[in-house]
């Protein structure tokens, strides 16, 4: 109790609040702007959250990506262009609801329904996480190594691309990983003399890289999106509650399909809005209603991808190792400010971590209030024009760089990893996998060669354990699945052909 | 800049066999047999094995078409996803001589008249920008930005 009235007092400290708040509309706004997706939105707060008390910090990370993953809704419903990859999913059939004229219910059940997903995705997290917690106090180093390598390989599962190419940027971001002197020996490694490099590759440098810096880029050689025609909103949570009863198992199923995919390590709120509308689709009574204007999967599938962004944190507080992107980046705000994950936060940090549940409670509904203020203010924030937007974020690119360490040359890794992850996206090859091999890399190294040392070279004390071979076989499942269906669909073209 | 599979991945194969070369040639610790050598090449084989297989074409059906760059300009309207990278590696060598306010003016100017903003936008926010900026970074986080030669008003 008394770590209850702790964690309540943590949260209402006015810095909180003020970070809160300001996070909020911040994401809100960024969110809504086409190609600016809720991670990059969370990249570029991180300097920001170096100058910020850690719950402050982690409240900025919580409120604004839930923000934002619900603000990418309005321009993919009022311009058929997602604002993050998460609304992708169902931003056709929101904008053939736009064209129905239905625009309010529409924005308004992306709206709902994601505050509501994202306040059950959270008493997930209270639920699950300190019963995981017991659970992984009694995890050696075999069980870490396996987790750690078992997120990577979902991280590879669920991409849309070929496995191959997200496992090869999985291991290109194992190899960044390893440049430094944070290895087994403090050896200096691949860093070809360069005495900025002997530290490493900083996770920071590498996310505004690859998610930021690659958006600018695309941004130069893409048509600008078409503008916004001048409208006015009528009620936004007019019929919710309507909805709501109505499609109260498409909305449980949804948050429940959320919460499994968010925990799931790797997969984020991309790939839970994707699986749920694909669900909601098949299972519907009225599926030929689909892509026509039919709110049903708009439900499904924005409480979905609310729900995955708090069960994320499963995983990220309890192993170190990020549901998603955001949570990677979590992570790294986590060690910053000396909340290390592990189980042993929720015994000897636990009112930062009841603290933790109140902001995601509060961001979620605070998002009501706000995001009917940013619906109704959209026609304005989407006409910015896209030169005015742009600029300024590379300008935010190189000033947070440089306020990470106060170090140009991180400004000059921001520049390198920005072209890595232009080049990587245009020939198909996942950026996110690369992001997760870069912050889990050090982990997956320290548990492998301890786990070596300890078993003097034999492999078999890593599945000797039940709980590390249980976890083995999953992985090597996840290893191998793509050789299976690859296998599968070429014996079934064969024998179409014959 | 689209590539075919073949060439990145025999990039990804020549460089997981550097990578695996590279690693190799790091000395041992002594006592143990397994030292900083052992991850690196482990990557390096992976890399080399994923290079080949994407070279052959392995799992390409696996993947989304990608949405294509603007056709109506040329091949070489494509360098101009050079601007952004190139932007930062000038901000990383001139804001130490220029003072932050003078090299963020001209990156925002810059990155504005490319993407197609009249003189009257790029201009208010070649200034507007980094007066804010280093209100917010320097003033309040107190992040230590250049002064160069012009340094901020307050």
């Known amino acids: ?498 | 800049m689209q590539l075919s599979d073949r060439i990145t991945g025999l990039f990804l194969a020549g460089l997981g066999l550097a990578a695996a070369w590279g690693g190799s040639r790091l000395p041992a610790v002594p006592g143990q047999d397994v030292g900083p050598a052992a991850f690196p090449m482990l990557i390096g084989g992976g890399l080399i094995l994923c290079g080949v297989m994407i070279a052959f074409g392995i799992g390409h059906s696996f993947e989304v078409p990608e949405e294509a760059e603007d056709e109506r300009h040329s091949s070489a309207y494509g360098l101009r996803a050079l601007l952004p990278p190139g932007l930062l590696l000038f901000y990383a060598l001139a804001v130490d001589h220029l003072g932050f306010m003078l090299t963020a003016a001209f990156i925002v100017a810059s990155a504005a008249l490319a993407l197609g903003a009249k003189p009257k936008l790029a201009v208010p926010l070649a200034i507007g920008a980094p007066i804010f900026v280093h209100a917010v970074f320097a003033k309040l986080l107190r992040v230590p930005l250049a002064d160069g030669i012009l340094p901020a008003f307050w």
Not at chain 1, 250 to 276: H, K, T, Y
Not at chain 1, 331 to 354: D, H, Q, W
Not at chain 1, 393 to 420: E, H, K, M, Q, R
């Open chain 1, 1 to 498: 109790m008394n770590d209850m009235i702790e964690a309540v007092r943590l949260v209402l400290a006015w810095d909180v609040l003020i970070a809160i708040m300001a996070s909020a509309v911040y994401g809100l706004v960024v969110g809504s702007l086409p190609g600016l997706s809720a991670t990059m939105a969370t990249a570029l707060l991180v300097p920001v959250t170096f100058y910020l008390s850690p719950i402050a910090a982690i409240a900025t990370i919580i409120t604004a990506s839930a923000m934002a993953i619900f603000s990418g809704d309005i321009p993919g419903c009022l311009l058929r262009i997602p604002g993050t990859p998460a609304s992708a999913a169902y931003t056709d059939e929101a904008y053939a609801m736009t064209r129905k004229g239905q625009a309010e219910l529409a924005l308004g059940a992306g709206l709902w329904f994601s505050a509501i997903g994202g306040i059950v995705g959270t008493i997930s997290l209270v639920v699950m996480a300190p019963m995981l917690a017991e659970m992984a106090l009694s995890f050696s180093t075999y069980e870490y190594f396996w987790l750690a390598f078992l997120g990577l390989m979902c991280a590879t599962l669920v991409a849309r691309s070929s496995p191959i190419k997200a496992i090869a940027s999985m291991l290109l971001g194992l190899l960044f990983a390893c440049i430094g002197m944070e290895n087994p020996a403090g050896t200096p490694r691949f860093v070809f003399g360069v005495t900025n490099l002997l530290g490493g590759i900083e996770p920071i440098p590498a996310l505004v890289g690859v998610f930021a810096v690659s958006e600018v880029m695309r941004a130069m050689v893409t048509a600008a999106p078409p503008k916004l025609p001048d409208r006015k909103f009528g009620s936004i949570l007019k019929g919710q509650w309507g909805l709501t009863k109505k499609y109260q198992w498409q909305m449980w199923r949804g948050n429940i399909v959320g919460i499994i995919i968010g925990v799931l390590p790797g997969a984020g709120a991309d790939m839970a809005a994707w699986v749920s509308y694909a669900m909601s689709k098949k299972w519907s009574k009225e599926p030929e209603k689909f892509g026509t204007g039919h709110v049903e999967g708009l439900v499904e599938a924005g409480a979905s991808n609310n729900a995955s962004l708090a069960s994320g944190w499963v995983p990220a507080l309890l192993f170190g190792i990020p549901g998603d992107t955001i949570t990677a980046i979590a992570i790294g705000v986590l060690y910053m400010k000396g909340l290390n994950p592990g189980p042993t936060l929720f015994t000897e940090r636990a009112s930062s971590m009841y603290a933790l549940y109140i902001i995601f409670v509060l961001a979620n509904i605070i998002m009501i209030p706000l995001g009917i203020a940013m619906i109704r203010l959209a026609s304005r924030i989407l006409r910015a024009p896209r030169s005015s937007v742009m600029p300024v974020i590379i300008l935010l690119c190189a000033v947070g760089a440089f306020a990470t360490g106060a170090n140009l040359f991180s400004v000059f890794l921001v520049g390198v990893f920005g072209c890595v992850g232009y080049v990587m996206e245009r020939n198909g090859y996942p950026v996110a996998a690369l992001v997760l091999g870069i912050v889990m890399g050090s982990m997956v190294e320290q548990n492998f060669i301890t786990s070596l040392i300890k078993s003097d070279g034999n492999p078999l004390p890593f599945i000797e354990r039940p709980v590390s071979a249980v976890l083995a076989s999953l992985t090597l499942g996840a290893l191998l699945w793509p050789a299976g269906v690859w296998v599968f669909n070429r014996m079934q073209r064969r024998r179409a052909a014959a």
